[in-house]
C-alpha cells in the first residue's frame, strides 16, 4: 500500500501533464496542492480525468494564482486508472498529489458533470438504501479567464431546491473566485445534492467524490 506523495510535477512551459495515475486494483484518496512558484500570474486548470487528455468535464478548479499563492482540494477518492492532471499556461506551476493507496474497493462515489445552461441540476442522488458521506468541488470550467461567471446555489433535499436546505451559495467569475468545494456532507438515503446556476456565462463543472456507508 502506498502512501504520501504519490506524484508531483513543476512545469517548464505551457501544456498539459498528468501528476499521478492511479494503479490497477487501488483506490486512491488524495489531496492535491498547487502553486505558483515563479513571477507573475499562472492559469491553471486542475483535472480528474480517466485519460491523459481531459475534457471540461473533468475540470476540479480553474483558478489564476498569483506569484507565491495557491490552493489545495483535498480528499479526492479516485478509482483504478483515473488521473490527476493539470493545464497551464507559464512555466512555475507546481502541483503535489499526496494520499493513499488501498485494493479496489466497491463503494466509490465519482460523478462529474458539466452544467451550460441556469437550471437545477441534481449533482447527486443517493439511490442506496444506506447513506453517503461526500465531497462536492464546484469550479468554471476550462474557459475564458475575462467574462466566464456563475452564480451557485447548493442544496440538500429530498425533492427539489424549493423545498431544500441550502448549503451554500456563491458567485463565480474566472477573474475572481472561480470555485469552491464542500467537504465531508453526510447524505441521508432519501437524499439529493442539488445545484442552481443562474447568471451563467460559460459552463459549471461539478465534481461529487466519496464513499457509501
Same mark, same amino acid.
Given at each position: 500500500? +502506498?502512501?504520501?506523495?504519490?506524484?508531483?510535477?513543476?512545469?517548464?512551459?505551457?501544456?498539459? @501533464?498528468?501528476?499521478?495515475?492511479?494503479?490497477?486494483?487501488?483506490?486512491? $484518496?488524495?489531496? *492535491?496542492? *498547487?502553486?505558483?512558484? =515563479?513571477?507573475?500570474?499562472?492559469?491553471?486548470?486542475?483535472?480528474?480525468?480517466?485519460?491523459?487528455?481531459?475534457? +471540461? !468535464?473533468?475540470?476540479?478548479?480553474?483558478?489564476?494564482?498569483?506569484? @507565491?499563492?495557491?490552493? $489545495?482540494?483535498?480528499?479526492?477518492?479516485?478509482?483504478?486508472? $483515473?488521473?490527476?492532471?493539470?493545464?497551464?499556461?507559464? +512555466?512555475? !506551476?507546481?502541483?503535489?498529489?499526496?494520499?493513499?493507496?488501498?485494493?479496489?474497493?466497491?463503494?466509490?462515489?465519482?460523478?462529474? $458533470?458539466?452544467?451550460?445552461?441556469? =437550471?437545477?441540476?441534481?449533482?447527486?442522488?443517493?439511490?442506496?438504501?444506506?447513506?453517503?458521506?461526500?465531497?462536492?468541488?464546484?469550479?468554471?470550467?476550462?474557459?475564458?479567464?475575462?467574462?466566464?461567471?456563475?452564480?451557485?446555489?447548493?442544496?440538500?433535499?429530498?425533492?427539489?431546491?424549493?423545498?431544500? *436546505?441550502?448549503?451554500?451559495?456563491?458567485?463565480?467569475?474566472?477573474?475572481?473566485?472561480?470555485?469552491?468545494?464542500?467537504? @465531508?456532507?453526510?447524505?441521508?438515503? !432519501?437524499?439529493?445534492?442539488?445545484?442552481?446556476?443562474?447568471?451563467?456565462?460559460?459552463?459549471? +463543472?461539478?465534481?461529487?467524490?466519496?464513499?457509501?456507508?
Amino acid at each position: 500500500m +502506498a502512501a504520501g506523495r504519490l506524484g508531483t510535477h513543476k512545469s517548464t512551459g505551457a501544456g498539459t @501533464a498528468v501528476v499521478y495515475t492511479v494503479p490497477s486494483g487501488k483506490t486512491s $484518496e488524495v489531496s *492535491v496542492i *498547487v502553486t505558483n512558484a =515563479t513571477v507573475g500570474v499562472n492559469n491553471v486548470t486542475l483535472f480528474r480525468s480517466p485519460t491523459g487528455t481531459p475534457s +471540461a !468535464t473533468h475540470t476540479i478548479q480553474l483558478d489564476s494564482i498569483p506569484l @507565491a499563492m495557491g490552493y $489545495e482540494r483535498s480528499a479526492l477518492v479516485l478509482s483504478a486508472g $483515473e488521473r490527476i492532471c493539470y493545464t497551464t499556461d507559464k +512555466a512555475g !506551476t507546481h502541483v503535489v498529489v499526496m494520499g493513499v493507496e488501498y485494493d479496489s474497493k466497491s463503494n466509490e462515489i465519482k460523478q462529474q $458533470e458539466l452544467i451550460t445552461t441556469n =437550471t437545477e441540476t441534481v449533482v447527486y442522488s443517493n439511490t442506496a438504501v444506506m447513506d453517503s458521506s461526500v465531497n462536492i468541488s464546484v469550479s468554471l470550467k476550462d474557459g475564458s479567464l475575462v467574462s466566464d461567471l456563475a452564480t451557485c446555489d447548493l442544496y440538500i433535499s429530498a425533492t427539489d431546491a424549493a423545498s431544500g *436546505v441550502k448549503v451554500h451559495n456563491f458567485s463565480i467569475t474566472a477573474s475572481g473566485v472561480t470555485g469552491f468545494e464542500k467537504e @465531508a456532507l453526510f447524505i441521508s438515503a !432519501t437524499d439529493k445534492l442539488i445545484l442552481v446556476t443562474s447568471s451563467l456565462t460559460g459552463a459549471v +463543472a461539478t465534481t461529487v467524490q466519496g464513499y457509501k456507508r
